[in-house]
């Protein structure tokens, strides 16, 4: 698709809808309480210092011209494949993926919960990267995939009753803006489990040839190093997003990121 016509996709995906949502929650959340620090989009202690900026207000390009402030546009097509979803990108709070399937992969505990769950075309992919990946001696395992509306609507309440809500969105995702409810983003991490979801993960030979060999299967790293003001996240080496296998070959050759392909680049850039 050329640029123009996907920006135009785009547009006609987001509804204008603005809600009125003060400052931008900073992390999403694990489903097991986080630590009493500050925690990374999945439950890693944050490497100390790092600065990470707020997105500004609303997004320049998006046609959601309307929304001011810290305003969330609510996404009209939850269901494609490559839909955008971050902090000011939400889902609509009534959707939940309808193909859901459990992928036959390793994980990293052996309970059949919900967080193995991914959407169908997500999951073969996913089973093809894994088989790719122990072929050449890489053996990965799930650490969370799928996390439903409710279950995040739920965590996040807890938070904010425990600690108060501004606290709370700094270390949890509003219910809605985290990729983990569309079924199509799953965490990985080496079979034996070290460094899940954590800031070590990075530099592994895991983390390395999913680096190198995740687009082959649809899937991109979603918060990529040095896009931090782009993405709203810091590095996550581990949270893989599906996307299809055209969109992922091109980002993963053109080092965007999904915000930058779509131009919904932050206004502040
Ligand atoms: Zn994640």
Redesign the pocket.
Known sequence: MKKRSRLLFFVMVCTVMVIGYNAFIKT?ETTTLPPKQSVV??GAAQSGGEVQPEIGSGTAETGQAEKTGDGLAVIAQPESMTVLVNKQNMLPENYNPTDLVYPDVRFIFSEKLDKRKLRKEAAGGLEKMFAAAEDEGILLAGV?AYRSHSTQKTLFERYVKRDGLEKARTYSAFPGTS??ETGL?V?VSGSDGKCA?ADCFADTEEALWLERHAHEYGFIIRYLEGKEAITGYQY?P??LRYVGTELAAELAASGETLEEYYDAVPVTN
Do not use: G, P, T, Y
Request: charged share 50%; glycine share 0%; hydrophobic share 25%.
């Open positions: 999403e989009e999945d969370s990729e983990h983003a965490d979801a996550e581990w949270h």
